[in-house]
Structures are given as structure tokens and as C-alpha cells.
T-cell receptor, first 116, second 113 residues
Framework: AQKITQTQPGMFVQEKEAVTLDCTYD???????LFWYKQPSSGEMIFLIY??????QNATEGRYSLNFQKARKSANLVISASQLGDSAMYFC?????????????FGQGTILTVHP | KAGVTQTPRYLIKTRGQQVTLSCSPI?????VSWYQQTPGQGLQFLFE???????NKGNFPGRFSGRQFSNSRSEMNVSTLELGDSALYLC????????????FGQGTRLTVV
């Protein structure tokens, strides 16, 4: 079974500053993928970034980067130059190999508030 | 390229009724997964369909069922609705192959009264 732990229920950041959202995971599979999603109050889950377990480089997508530390089973999301529109709930998720077809296991989420 | 489309966006149903939710995946995506999101339980996996076959199922009672059509569109059905079924139901589509990015729709918010 897979597990995602997000220990920060809420985070606050000043506009234009960087913020790190924590995520630790647990899986016994060697092949897995880690995802971050953003969920604004509208409810839609917006894909942000993906990191495969065999990827040697940390994933980056624009202002988003994933700080992947495999030995520590950590996959923190870094948002640089925060914007007011970044205020939302953020979820970390894992897909693991084998017969986990289509199944993502999500953490409880972190609410990010960006102050002007 | 159109995103994942879920209909309807909002539903109000009475206990004991049944409901059908629809999901149209991104063109070319053959895998569709369904999730239930509640404040208490968070996001929970319901089931996944690929090429009209259910390949994976979460821990939900048999009242929750789904199907996928030849055009990859998927429906989920909940029979004998209970108050606890009130939730945001999200579907996600992805390219064939495990581990690919999953793209979600805007969800259907179901309220059972």
C-alpha cells in the first residue's frame, strides 16, 4: 500500500516570495510516480508537476519545481515568486507500479494562502 | 485540445435515489479514473477503466459502479443514495500506460438530502 503525508495543514507566504510545501511518501514499489496538484475553490484539480522514481533530475515546470529526495522519501513542491492566484489547496499524490492502474493515492493537502 | 469534461456540475438528490455522472476524457486518452472527495476522508479512488474494462477498484460498496464506452467516455452510477455519498466526484483521464500524468475534470458536486 502507498501512503502520502502532508504535515502542513496551512501555509502563508508573501507575494513574490518562494514557498516550500512538504510531502513524504511510503511505498514498497521500486517504480512509482509522484504528482502535485492544485485545487482552487472551484474544485478542479490542476496538474502541476510529475516526478518519476527513476528520474535523476528534479522536475521543473515554470515556477514549480519538485525537490525529490529519494532516500528520504521526500517530494517537496517549491513555488517560486508566489502570486495571489497561487492561493489554493495543494495535494501531493503517488502512483505505484504493479496493478495500481489509474490509482493515485493522495495526501490530506496543504492550504496555501498568498498575502499581498 | 479540450480538457476533461464532467457533467453535470451540480446535483441534488434525495436519499434512496440513484444518480449517474458522466465524464468525457481528453481526446486520445483511454484511461478514466474516478475519485470521491469529502472533507472527512479526502480524495479516495473509486475505480479505473481502460478500453471499456475495469482494471482497478477501490474500497467502495457495490452501490458504486461504472462503465466506459467505446469512445472512452465513462459514467459512474450510485444507487440507493445515502447522506454520506454527498461529495465532489472527480474523474481523471490519462494516456495509455501506467504512471502518466492524470488530468482531472472540474468535478460533479453531489448533495444528498
Amino acid at each position: 500500500a502507498q501512503k502520502i503525508t502532508q504535515t502542513q495543514p496551512g501555509m502563508f507566504v508573501q507575494e513574490k516570495e518562494a514557498v516550500t510545501l512538504d510531502c513524504t511518501y511510503d511505498t514498497s514499489d521500486q517504480s512509482y510516480g509522484l504528482f502535485w496538484y492544485k485545487q482552487p475553490s472551484s474544485g478542479e484539480m490542476i496538474f502541476l508537476i510529475y516526478q518519476g522514481s527513476y528520474d535523476e533530475q528534479n522536475a521543473t515546470e515554470g515556477r514549480y519545481s519538485l525537490n525529490f529526495q529519494k532516500a528520504r522519501k521526500s517530494a517537496n513542491l517549491v513555488i517560486s515568486a508566489s502570486q495571489l492566484g497561487d492561493s489554493a489547496m495543494y495535494f501531493c499524490a503517488i502512483w505505484a507500479g504493479g496493478t495500481s492502474y489509474g490509482k493515485l493515492t493522495f495526501g490530506q493537502g496543504t492550504i496555501l494562502t498568498v498575502h499581498p | 485540445k479540450a480538457g476533461v469534461t464532467q457533467t453535470p456540475r451540480y446535483l441534488i438528490k434525495t436519499r434512496g435515489q440513484q444518480v449517474t455522472l458522466s465524464c468525457s476524457p481528453i481526446s486520445g486518452h483511454r484511461s478514466v479514473s474516478w475519485y470521491q472527495q469529502t472533507p472527512g476522508q479526502g480524495l479516495q479512488f473509486l475505480f479505473e477503466y481502460f478500453s471499456e474494462t475495469q482494471r482497478n477498484k477501490g474500497n467502495f460498496p457495490g452501490r458504486f459502479s461504472g462503465r466506459q464506452f467505446s469512445n472512452s467516455r465513462s459514467e459512474m452510477n450510485v444507487s440507493t443514495l445515502e447522506l454520506g455519498d454527498s461529495a465532489l466526484y472527480l474523474c481523471a483521464s490519462s494516456d495509455p500506460g501506467q504512471g502518466a500524468e492524470a488530468f482531472f475534470g472540474q468535478g460533479t458536486r453531489l448533495t444528498v438530502v
